[in-house]
Nanobody, 127 residues
Framework: VQLQASGGGLVQTGGSLRLSCEVS????????LGWFRQAPGRERVFVAA???????FYADSVKGRFTVSRDNANNMVYLQMNNLEPEDTAVYYC??????????????????????WGQGTQVTVSS
């Protein structure tokens, strides 16, 4: 399987970006999906996730600004990022759980919940 993230770039504070992640393989709708980010010199952290049934989860730092969504017909997961801040600067990664795994408020945030990872896309927010 491949996860191909795209849509990153350079944006000013207060701007918006929409990240996309195309996931190859069958039965896309039977996988939960997540977004994580990693800033330079820091560990990778949870950003958002969407369950098989479409339930969404967010890190407190992005709640109200970011929206995660999925398009099962086209094997895509998106992260709409609004009102971006310099602290959002990072490489953003999409990830997929194993087949037919439910996620909760707690498990959605854990890296080991996810089995397949994309290569990341750089987001830079200038002040």
């Amino acid at each position: 399987v491949q996860l191909q993230a795209s849509g990153g770039g350079l944006v000013q504070t207060g701007g918006s970006l929409r990240l996309s992640c195309e996931v190859s393989g069958r039965l896309f709708s039977k996988y939960a999906l997540g977004w994580f980010r990693q800033a330079p010199g820091r560990e990778r952290v949870f950003v958002a996730a969407v369950s098989i049934l479409g339930r969404t989860f967010y890190a407190d730092s992005v709640k109200g600004r970011f929206t995660v969504s999925r398009d099962n017909a086209n094997n895509m997961v998106y992260l709409q990022m609004n009102n971006l801040e310099p602290e959002d600067t990072a490489v953003y990664y999409c990830a997929r759980t194993r087949f037919n795994i439910g996620i909760s408020e707690m498990t959605a945030r854990a890296m080991d919940t996810y089995y397949d990872w994309g290569q990341g896309t750089q987001v830079t927010v200038s002040s």
